[in-house]
């Protein structure tokens, strides 16, 4: 596995390059901003925001390791993770009122002081200070996708009267070297807690440095700014109808909870499934960010005017290339015929996958779900997803390990089928909603594609 590490993590930062490269050649849009104060305001933006990535990613490789390193069992592993996701579905649901009411320029600064501290809390043996370590992980990561961002696009609009549409260009910059972050995260990790030997608590002492630069930085370069003070029930009321009365909104977000729900599943199983082979957990890790990255780029250059696929066909392909994943993992997870390469291969397949997914359905999102009600329809998609992500622990937990993991991914398989189920109804139900397509190049009939 050492060896089939590096060999992968080589080939997909290869194809990385590749597809990126040809990514910017089929490009779309026009010449970027040049506007000396928008490049600045950019900055300011991205040293704070690209350091909390950083040390949001320099935690993802060795959690679990951190926790049979402390010589915990598999069921007391995955209650710490159930208390992650339940916290997730608390905090999502209250972050966004909460970050507007206590002011985003706070919320990021609080960000990095309970970040801290759940990394600071990875030093204890101690199982119930690790539990609260994961609650506030929970927190944590609830405010790094709210309060960030909303900064961002109040500051951009009110403060600075920038056009509205230079806002899409800074967020396509920010996934971009989102991607860049997280796999160089992984060998940063891999270099302190395997290369140097100082164990898998080393990625988290590293990111509290980088988590109070954060703080520093948000505190001295940033101004506050407020949200508008909005009754959280009226918030949660009003996304229920939304998710209630329009079918297009339902089945998207019977397909987020499936499709995301088994990616939180993965995320739990991919180390206990490879680590009894002794990989370098960090190059892994990069190499499923390089899949992942691999993944957009290659969204980007079928979306382009030289491809033209829509996002529904492309969303159906992600669902389908899971499936097929996890179907392979039945197999190699086989009690007494484990084939490690092949898990492997079906993790980088699930992260190739997810690359396609997320800005698929970021795209669908956008426009099936009305602007004022997307933040509350979000918090409503994220529960049953976190649910189902519990429930699927859980029922790992009350099982034998090994059959345990295998029961596992065939649960899954059996999610993505009705996933895919989801796919089919929202193609019949949307296949004549022009709305929904790409617009056509510039000299190709609109009626040329009468599918989506």
């Known amino acids: ?43 300011d933006y991205y040293q704070v925001y690209f350091l909390a990535l950083a040390a949001d990613w320099l935690q993802g490789p060795y959690l679990y390791k951190l926790y049979q390193h402390y010589h915990f069992l598999e069921a007391q592993i995955t209650i710490i993770y159930v208390c992650g996701f339940a916290s997730s579905v608390l905090f999502g649901l209250v972050s966004s009122s909460l970050v507007d009411r206590l002011g985003r320029k706070k919320s990021c600064i609080l960000f990095s002081l309970t970040y801290s ?34 900064w961002y696009v109040h500051e951009h609009v009110e403060r600075h009267d920038f056009p509205a549409e230079w806002i899409p260009a800074t967020f396509s910059k920010a996934a971009f070297w989102n991607g860049i972050i997280a796999i160089g995260a992984g060998v940063v990790a891999n270099v302190f807690a395997e290369w140097l030997g100082l164990g898998p608590v080393a990625p988290f002492m590293v990111s509290i440095p980088f988590l109070m630069l954060v703080g520093v930085l948000a505190m001295k370069n940033w101004d506050e700014n407020y949200g508008k003070k909005r009754a959280l029930s009226r918030t949660c009321t009003d996304a229920l109808k939304c998710l209630l009365s329009d079918r297009r909104v339902l089945l998207l977000g019977t397909i987020q909870a499936l499709f995301e729900s088994v990616i939180y599943i993965f995320i739990f199983l991919w180390t206990p499934v490879l680590d009894p082979h002794n990989p370098p957990l960090g190059i892994v890790f990069s190499s499923f960010m390089a899949a992942s990255m691999a993944g957009s780029s290659l969204y980007r250059v079928a979306t382009s005017k030289k491809y033209h696929l829509q996002p529904m066909h492309i969303l159906s392909l992600s669902v389908l290339m899971v499936f097929f994943s996890l179907f392979m993992l039945t197999f190699s997870t086989n009690p007494g015929q484990e084939n490690p390469s092949e898990s492997f291969l079906a993790f980088l397949l699930i992260e190739l996958s997810c690359g396609l997914y997320f800005p698929s359905m970021g795209f669908l999102r956008q426009k099936v779900i009305p602007e004022k009600d997307q933040a509350g329809v979000m918090h409503w998609f994220r529960v049953p997803l976190n649910l189902l992500a519990c429930l699927g622990l859980l029922i790992l937990h009350d099982s034998d390990y090994k059959t345990g993991t295998r029961n596992m991914f065939t649960i899954c398989s059996v999610m993505m089928v009705m996933a895919l189920l989801a796919v089919v109804s929202l193609f019949t139900v949307v296949r004549n909603n022009a709305e929904l397509r790409l617009p056509s190049p510039p000299g190709q009939s609109e009626v040329s594609s009468p599918e989506l």
């Open 1 to 43: 596995m050492l060896v089939t590490a590096y060999v992968a993590f080589a080939f997909l930062l290869l194809i990385c390059i590749g597809l990126e490269f040809s990514a910017c050649r089929s490009k779309i849009t026009g010449r970027s901003c040049s506007n000396p104060a928008f490049l600045r305001f950019q900055l």
């Open 117 to 150: 501290i759940c990394c600071l809390t990875k030093l204890s043996w101690d199982y119930f200070v690790l539990i609260v370590g994961r609650i506030l992980g929970g927190l944590s990561t609830a405010l790094l996708f709210s309060a960030f961002e909303a």
